[in-house]
C-alpha cells in the first residue's frame, strides 16, 4: 500500500471537514471513505478492510466499521457528494490559454455472462463486449475537463454531447476520431461554442455527402481535413493523443483500469471505483500535473 497516497487522502478529507460527526453516527463520512480507499489501496475489497487484523498499527483509531455499514453508507449521497468533493479537490485546474480538447471513451469489459443489471452490451475494444465505458473531455494539454460513466450500450456520440454541457468557453476546438463525425455532435459543439474536428471514415474521403442536409460545423470539419489538411489541421489531430495517454495514466497504478475486480458490480460501485483509481492515479503523480499555459 502506497503510506503516502493514504495519508494525503486523509489529510484532503480532514481539509474538507469530513470528520465531522453528524448526530447519531459512529462512523463519520470521513472515515467511511477512509476505510474505502484503505481497500482500493490494498487491491481489496471492502469487506477485507472491515477486519481489524489488516490493518497495520497506528493506521486506525476505533471500531472499524462493519461490512454492511460500509456498503449501506457508501450508496448514501452525502458519501457520492464527499467522494466528488475529493475528486475535484485533487485535480488540477484547466491551464491559461488552452484553446482545444480531445475526447475518446475506454471500456471497461465484464464477463458476457454476468448478471449485472446496470452493465450493457455494446462496442468494446474491437468486438461485441459486456460492461461500462468511461468517457472522457480533457484539454490538449492533459488536464481533464470532465468525464462520465455510461453502459456499453450507450454510444460515445450520446455520452459527447451530454459532456459538450460542461464545456469551458476557452475551448474552440474539440478533437476527436472518425466516430464522432456526425451532425447531431458537430451541432452540439457549435452551440457550445467550439468547432468539432473529426475525420471522416477513410472509405468515405474524397466522396460526396449525399442529398441531405447537413450542419455548417460538420461541413467545417471536412473542409478543414480533407482533402490537404493546413498545418494547424494536422497539429489539431495529432493532439487527440491526449486523451489516450490520460487513459494511459489512469491504467498504470496497479489495480487501476486494466479491468474491473469481480466485486465491483452495478453502476454506484463501478462510478465509486473509477473515481477512486482517478484520485489515485493523479496523488502517486502518475497523472502529471500540466504546465499553467498551454495552447493548442
Known amino acids: 500500500m502506497d503510506r503516502k497516497v493514504f495519508r494525503d487522502i486523509k489529510g484532503i478529507l480532514r481539509s474538507l471537514g469530513a470528520y465531522r460527526r453528524r448526530p447519531g453516527q459512529v462512523h463519520t463520512d470521513g472515515a467511511i471513505v477512509v476505510a474505502y480507499y484503505f481497500a482500493l489501496l490494498n487491491r481489496r475489497s471492502t469487506w477485507w478492510a472491515c477486519d481489524r487484523a489488516n490493518w497495520l498499527p497506528g493506521l486506525w483509531r476505533g471500531q472499524l466499521p462493519s461490512q454492511s455499514c460500509m456498503s449501506r453508507r ?19 485546474a484547466l491551464p491559461e490559454l488552452v484553446v482545444a480538447a480531445a475526447i475518446d471513451g475506454k471500456p471497461l469489459e ?39 460513466l455510461s453502459p456499453l450500450s450507450i454510444s460515445e456520440r450520446t455520452m459527447a454531447c451530454r459532456m459538450m454541457r460542461s ?6 476546438y474539440i478533437v476527436g476520431d472518425s466516430h464522432y463525425d456526425t451532425n ?3 451541432a452540439a459543439a457549435r452551440q457550445a ?12 474521403v474524397g466522396k460526396g455527402l449525399g442529398h441531405r ?22 497539429d489539431l489531430m495529432r493532439s487527440r493523443t491526449a486523451v489516450e495517454r490520460l487513459f494511459a495514466q489512469w491504467s498504470n497504478p496497479s489495480g487501476g483500469l486494466i479491468g474491473l475486480p469481480p466485486w465491483v458490480r452495478t ?9 477512486a483509481q482517478l484520485v489515485i492515479a493523479i496523488l ?5 500535473t500540466p504546465r499553467r499555459q498551454c495552447v493548442a
Open 213 to 234: 442536409p447537413h450542419d455548417q460545423a460538420r461541413l467545417r470539419s471536412i473542409q478543414m481535413l480533407e482533402p490537404e489538411r493546413s498545418p494547424f489541421a494536422a
Open 284 to 288: 502517486q503523480g502518475t497523472i502529471p
Open 167 to 172: 464545456l469551458p468557453t476557452s475551448i474552440c
Open 74 to 92: 457508501l450508496r448514501t449521497p452525502a458519501i457520492r457528494a464527499l467522494l466528488d468533493r475529493l475528486e475535484h479537490a485533487v485535480r488540477p
Open 184 to 186: 447531431p455532435l458537430a
Open 193 to 204: 461554442g467550439a468547432q468539432l474536428a473529426a475525420p471522416r471514415k477513410r472509405s468515405d
Open 110 to 148: 465484464i464477463a458476457m455472462h454476468s448478471s449485472d443489471p446496470h452493465a450493457g452490451k455494446g462496442r468494446g475494444a474491437g468486438h461485441t463486449a459486456n460492461g461500462y465505458k468511461i468517457h472522457a473531455l480533457l484539454s490538449v494539454c492533459g488536464t481533464l475537463i470532465c468525464w462520465r
Open 267 to 275: 453502476y454506484p460501485r463501478v462510478k465509486a471505483w473509477v473515481q
